[in-house]
C-alpha cells in the first residue's frame, strides 16, 4: 500500500491522558461566543456528553454560532470514552504519508496550537491543539500523467486510519457554510480555509484517533477533482506568554514578535470599548502587534496566552466581540492612526478583547486586543493623572535667550497627533505676545519640531502643522503677520537621543528663532 503510516515514534511527554476533549485546565474556557475551550457545552457534565453516533443538535448551545446565511450552528458535545485506546506507533503531525503521486496544493499550515470545528452530528465540535491543514491533489512533481482518484485517496487514507487504531465519528456532507458564518470565518479564514474550501455536499469523515497520551483527529473531505484535509492533536493547552511586573506588563507568546516597531507615548488618551460605551484612559501608552509567520498565526493560541495574562494577574474582562461599527466610527482617523499597527483602523471588523486590570498598589491598567485569523495587536493603558513638563518663560526669559542663542525653545502642548494648541498653553503665548509687543521690530520665525515616532512624511506635516497654530494664535491677537514665519522640521533636528522617553519629550518642541 502506498500510504502507510509513519513509523517514527514521537516523544511522550509527561502529561497525563486526555480524558475528554475538554481542556484541562481551567484557563481554557473561551469566550463567550463559543463555549469551552473543546467545544462542549458547560452545562453538560462528562457522564451526560452525547456519543458521537446519536443526534446532537438537542443537546447543543445552537444560538452561540451562525452559519453563511444566519442559522444556528449547533456546538456539539463528545464524549472520548466511546473511542478505543490506540497503540499504533504515531510520528509527528501530520502523522500520515499521502499515496503515491498525491501531494499538497499549496504549502500547508501547520501551527502550534489552534483550534478547528470538526464536522460532528448536526453541527462542530471545536478541537483545540497543534494543527496541520491542506488542499490536496496530484503532485505534478512526481507525476505529470496521473489522473486525481477521489476513491484512490479515500480507500488509501481510510486504510491507513484503521490501521491507527482509528474510529469514524462522523460520515455526511461537508456543509460548507457552516464554516462561513461571521464566528467562525473570522477565526479559521486565514488559516483552516483550505481545509474546508470544497463544495458545499463535499463528502466528509472525521475520525479520531484515542492514544494514551493524545488524541488526534483527522477531517477528511473527498470530491471529483480534489480533496481537504485538516489533522489536530489534540493536546491541553500551556501558556507560552507570563504577566511582568513592569509596564507595558504583556509579553509575546514563543515564536511571535511585534512584527512592525512598538510604539510607546509617555500620556495619551485611549478609548477602551465596554460594551456600552468608551472608557477614556489617560496615562501611558503602549501599542504592538503581535505576529509570526503566515502559515502558523494561530488566533486561538494569541488569545489563549493574553487570557492567560489576565489570569495571572486578576484582571477583568470588559468586552469580548465586535465593536459595534458606529461606535468603532466615532473614533477619528488621527486617533486611530498611532495605534493602526495594533488595532487597525476598523475596529468593528474584527474580534476585540478589553481587559481591566487593577494592580495591588492601586495602579490600574487597560488592555484592548485585536484578534483576527492572520493578525493580532494589543494597546496597553497605564491610567495616571497628567503631570505637567512644560514650564513657563516669561517675555523677558525668551528676550535674554533670544539675544544670547537667537533662538529659544518654548513649551506648547497641542492635542494628540494634531496641532490644536491645548488650552494651557495660553499662558505661554501670552508671553511671547508681550514679547512681540514690547519690541515692534522683532521678527521671529516660529520652528515645529517632533521625536521621530511615525513616518517622517507624517511628522514633517503635523511639525509644520503645529508651527503654523502658534503664528496663527499670535495674529489672531494683533501680531502683523509680516513678522512672523512658520516651519516644520519633524524629526530632523533632534537635540538629544529618541532612543529614551525623556529625549523624546525634548525633541518635542516649538522654537522662535529672532530674525531681526
Not at 271 to 276: A, I, N, Q, R, Y
Request: glycine content about 8%; overall charge negative.
Amino acid at each position: 500500500m502506498a500510504c502507510a503510516l509513519a513509523l517514527v515514534l514521537s516523544a511522550c511527554g509527561a502529561e497525563p491522558a486526555p480524558g475528554s476533549t475538554a481542556a484541562a485546565d481551567p484557563a481554557s474556557a473561551q469566550g463567550a461566543s463559543d463555549g469551552d475551550a473543546a467545544g462542549v457545552d458547560p452545562d453538560i457534565g462528562a457522564d451526560d456528553a452525547t456519543p458521537a453516533d446519536a443526534p446532537a443538535a438537542a443537546t447543543a448551545d445552537a444560538g452561540t454560532l451562525q452559519d453563511k446565511s444566519g442559522n444556528p450552528v449547533a456546538i456539539v458535545p463528545f464524549d472520548i470514552d466511546t473511542v478505543p485506546v490506540s497503540s499504533a506507533p504515531l510520528g509527528a503531525l501530520p502523522f500520515f504519508t499521502l499515496p503515491a503521486g498525491y501531494g499538497p496544493v499549496n504549502r500547508p499550515d501547520q501551527r502550534a496550537f489552534a483550534r478547528f470545528p470538526f464536522r460532528l452530528g448536526e453541527g462542530v465540535h471545536w478541537v483545540e491543539g497543534a494543527s496541520w491543514n491542506s488542499l490536496l491533489g496530484i503532485d505534478r512533481d512526481l507525476d505529470t500523467d496521473k489522473a486525481f482518484s477521489p476513491l484512490e485517496l479515500r480507500r488509501n487514507l481510510e486504510a491507513v486510519l484503521v490501521q491507527a487504531g482509528a474510529k469514524e465519528v462522523f460520515e455526511g456532507p461537508l456543509q460548507r457554510d457552516l464554516y462561513y458564518g461571521p464566528q467562525i470565518e473570522a477565526e479559521i479564514g486565514g488559516g483552516f480555509i483550505e481545509g474546508v474550501n470544497l463544495d458545499a455536499d463535499t463528502p466528509t469523515t472525521v475520525h479520531v484517533i484515542r492514544q494514551a497520551d493524545r488524541n488526534v483527529w483527522v477531517q477528511l473531505s473527498t470530491h471529483s477533482h480534489g480533496a481537504a484535509m485538516v489533522i489536530v492533536e489534540e493536546r491541553p493547552f500551556a501558556a507560552m506568554a507570563q504577566w511582568q511586573d513592569t509596564f507595558p506588563y504583556l509579553a509575546l507568546p514563543d515564536g511571535y514578535d511585534g512584527g512592525n516597531k512598538a510604539v510607546q507615548r509617555d500620556f495619551d488618551m485611549y478609548p477602551f470599548w465596554t460594551g456600552s460605551d468608551f472608557e477614556q484612559v489617560e496615562g501611558r501608552t503602549y501599542a504592538a502587534h503581535v505576529r509570526t509567520t503566515e502559515n502558523a498565526q494561530s488566533m486561538h493560541e494569541v488569545r489563549r496566552n493574553l487570557e492567560a495574562m489576565m489570569a495571572e494577574a486578576g484582571g477583568t474582562k470588559v468586552f469580548e466581540g465586535r465593536i459595534p461599527k458606529e461606535a468603532a466610527e466615532r473614533i477619528t482617523f488621527d486617533q486611530k492612526s498611532f495605534y493602526s499597527g495594533a488595532t487597525g483602523f476598523g475596529w468593528d471588523e474584527y474580534t476585540s478583547q478589553v481587559y481591566r486590570v487593577d494592580l495591588p498598589d492601586g495602579r490600574q491598567v487597560w488592555v484592548h486586543a485585536r484578534l483576527d485569523y492572520l493578525d493580532a495587536g494589543w494597546v496597553v493603558a497605564e491610567r495616571e493623572g497628567f503631570v505637567q513638563t512644560a514650564a513657563l518663560l516669561p517675555a523677558d526669559a525668551l528676550k535674554r535667550q533670544l539675544d544670547a542663542d537667537g533662538r529659544v525653545a518654548i513649551q506648547v502642548n497641542f492635542a494628540t497627533d494634531r496641532a490644536d494648541i491645548l488650552p494651557e498653553s495660553q499662558p505661554q503665548i501670552d508671553q511671547v505676545l508681550a514679547l512681540l509687543k514690547a519690541d515692534p521690530a522683532l521678527v521671529l520665525a516660529v520652528e515645529g519640531h517632533t521625536d521621530d515616532t511615525g513616518t517622517a512624511e507624517r511628522n514633517r506635516s503635523l511639525s509644520d502643522a503645529r508651527a503654523a497654530s502658534v503664528v496663527g494664535a499670535l495674529t489672531g491677537q494683533g501680531i502683523d503677520a509680516a513678522r512672523l514665519s512658520a516651519a516644520g522640521f519633524g524629526a530632523d533636528r533632534p537635540v538629544a537621543d529618541n532612543a529614551t522617553d525623556e529625549g523624546k519629550a525634548k525633541n518635542r518642541r516649538v522654537e522662535l528663532v529672532k530674525k531681526s
